[in-house]
C-alpha cells in the first residue's frame, strides 16, 4: 500500500522558515518523481516543485523559487521542502505527491500557517 506522510508545518511568522518531510513507503521510492502541492484556505490545489526520481533536476513555481528547496534523500524514502523567507501567502495545507503520468497519490498533507 502506497503511504506519503507530511510531516514539519506549523505556525511560523513571517521571514521565518520551515522544512517539510514527507515519508514514502509501499512503493519503490528511487522510482518516481516527487511533487509538493498546497492548497491555501478557499482556493485550488497550486503547484508548488517537483523533483525527478534520482533527484537531478527540480523545479518550482515563479513564487517560490529562491525561496524554497525540494531535495530528496532515496536512502530515507523521503522528500523535502525547505521554506526560508515564508509570507502570509504562503499559508497553505502543504501535500506531498507521487507522479506518474500525472498525480496518483497524495499524501494527508501538513499544515503550514504563516502569521504575526
Known amino acids: 500500500e502506497v503511504q506519503l506522510v507530511e510531516s514539519g508545518g506549523g505556525m511560523v511568522q513571517p521571514g521565518g522558515s520551515l522544512r517539510l518531510s514527507c515519508a514514502a513507503s509501499g512503493f519503490t521510492f528511487s522510482s518516481y518523481d516527487m511533487t509538493w502541492v498546497r492548497q491555501a484556505p478557499g482556493k485550488g490545489p497550486e503547484w508548488v516543485s517537483s523533483?525527478?526520481?534520482?533527484?537531478?533536476?527540480?523545479y518550482y513555481a515563479d513564487s517560490m523559487k529562491g525561496r524554497f528547496t525540494i531535495s530528496r534523500d532515496n536512502a530515507k524514502n523521503t522528500v523535502y521542502l525547505q521554506m526560508n523567507s515564508l509570507k502570509p501567502e504562503d499559508t497553505a495545507l502543504y501535500y506531498c505527491?507521487?507522479?506518474?503520468?500525472?498525480?496518483?497519490?497524495w499524501g494527508s498533507g501538513t499544515l503550514v500557517t504563516v502569521s504575526s
Open positions: 505527491a507521487r507522479f506518474y503520468n500525472g498525480i496518483d497519490y
Open positions: 523533483i525527478k526520481a534520482d533527484g537531478g533536476n527540480t
